[in-house]
């Protein structure tokens, strides 16, 4: 039987977050839900205190660590699994992995800052290296590519690039193609179709759309995100299929059980 790929649970600290809206604002919520996502399997826990959605406004760095850091110290006092914390500021990365945490995950691929790179190599973590064209800002105001599935792939090898000659470990990358972070619904289906053209370049890859809008593009009387379960497990066994290891999801069991299923049927 084919292995599953691993689940990554995501924990939203934001007042905003879109498919949360704020419930998980404290710091006991985010840790109960997090610990909940532990029991339905998830096999690492991405926690995030400023929102990348599309139009969403930047958070100091101040105000994102007072999300984040008690709700990493929290959780690592009661679980020793992976956690991954998802910003982009060097500051922030450095204080979650302090306190116990595993992975970076960037939205830039290390291209938010200058310090990036260097804080990555020096932290010694996982990293994720995600393509987004544009900013959160405006990104999906007027996406352009000619060969999108080319075109993010190379610009991520050129990210990994840049990290490993900053002392980054070649066995820390993770590439993920970004699914929303300033793509139209066609490139986002082409980058899921063609996935095992990011699979091939023999970085483990990271695939997260979870309740994103490319699913009510497809079907649009899902215009709540917690409408969005079927389009999600979906999108995450097509990733699967495709090579992903890791997928990162809101509804964690939903999934886990999915790609479960999937994998019996790929048989011994
Ligand atoms: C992603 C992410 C993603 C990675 C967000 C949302 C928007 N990090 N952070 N990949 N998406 N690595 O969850 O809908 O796709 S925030």
Known sequence: MIRRPRVMGIVNVTPDSFSDGGRLSTLEAAV???????????????????????????VSEGDELARVLPVIEALRRQWDGPISIDTLKPAVARAAVKAGATMWNDVTALGGRSASPAVAAELGCDVVLMHMQGEPRTMQAAPRYDDVVVEVRDRLVERAAAAMAAGVARERIWLDPGIGFGKTLDHNLALTRHLDVLTATGFP???????????????????????????????????????????RVHDVRETVQALAVQAAISGP
Do not use: Y
């Open 32 to 58: 109960t839900h997090g610990l909940a996502l532990v029991t339905q399997g998830a096999d690492i826990l991405d926690i995030g205190g400023e929102s990348t959605r599309p139009g969403a406004d930047p």
């Open 205 to 247: 890859v990271l695939f997260g759309a979870s309740r994103k809008r490319m699913i009510q593009a497809v079907d649009p009387s899902a215009h709540d995100p917690l409408d969005r379960l079927g389009g999600s497990l979906a999108l995450a066994l097509e990733a699967a299929r495709r090579g992903a290891e890791l997928i």
